[in-house]
């Protein structure tokens, strides 16, 4: 079996795991099926975004980056959100924002950029190659923005539909999921029969996607997250 198959399947049941303890809390507000439907969420962006782990051919075999698994991630985002149980509006993929929104996400999402910006201070990188910065600069938030605060926050939302209103938006257990698996899908691996955990990858990644949570879900819309991810990832390789 694939090591990157038994890292997501890891992953899966971790989150399966924490779900179902944290819907036994409130069983009246608690589906399972929307959880299910997280999980599987996952593995079909992870199978696809792996190339179906290594059998699909690569068109382009000599780009260093995983455009094509990126691709094909995407089209499986978008063709999910446009099924009627999800909606591209309650997906997020809408560029129209919540009225009187952008006063308050305009200076949350300038937070984010500042930390990114400061980690790329701190920690600067080798000169880029072109095909990474556009790589960088366009990709990664393309596609995990319409997945883990698009399609897969829905689906947890969904599965926990009790509601905690703070800081200007709705809050529920499905929130705190979305950004363990965003911050797992970075820090968590399996390599030579091992498992491995990168705690401090993880909070890099699982923290500031609180923030992306929080402008996606008060503005309605995923086109403050993409432009914070697509800032976050490229300044830290153009520094």
């Known amino acids: 079996m694939p090591d990157g198959l038994i890292a997501i399947g890891a992953i899966i049941a971790i989150l399966l795991g924490a779900g179902i303890a944290l819907g036994l809390l409130d069983r009246r507000n608690f589906s399972i099926r929307w959880l299910l439907m ?5 593995l079909i962006n992870d199978a696809l975004l792996t190339n179906l782990y290594g059998t699909l051919p690569r068109i382009a075999p000599d780009l260093e980056w995983n455009w094509q698994g990126k691709a094909l991630a995407l089209l499986a985002t ?3 959100a446009a099924h ?3 909606g591209w509006k309650r997906s997020g993929l809408t560029l129209a924002q919540a009225p009187g929104s952008l006063h308050s996400a305009l200076p949350v999402a300038l937070l984010y950029c500042l930390f990114f ?3 790329a201070l701190v920690f600067p990188n080798e000169d880029a190659s072109a095909e990474t910065i556009a790589f960088q600069l366009t990709m990664p938030s393309f596609e995990e923005e319409p997945l883990y605060r698009g399609i897969l926050l829905l689906a947890f939302f969904e599965a926990f539909r009790g509601r905690s209103h703070w800081l200007g938006i709705d809050w529920s257990w499905g929130a705190l999921l979305a950004c363990i698996a ?3 899908a970075h820090a968590f691996s399996y390599s030579q029969g091992a498992f491995g955990f990168d705690p401090i990858y993880f909070a890099l ?6 923030l992306a ?6 503005t309605g819309s995923l086109l403050l997250p993409v432009v914070m991810h697509s800032f976050g990832n490229t300044i830290m390789v153009l520094l």
């Open 205 to 210: 990644t699982a923290v500031p996607s609180l």
């Open 38 to 42: 997280a999980g599987g969420l996952i």
């Open 117 to 119: 910006l400061t980690l």
């Open 84 to 86: 009627p149980a999800f």
């Open 213 to 218: 949570i929080w402008v996606r879900m008060r």
């Open 182 to 184: 965003f911050g797992l």
């Open 78 to 80: 978008l063709a999910i």
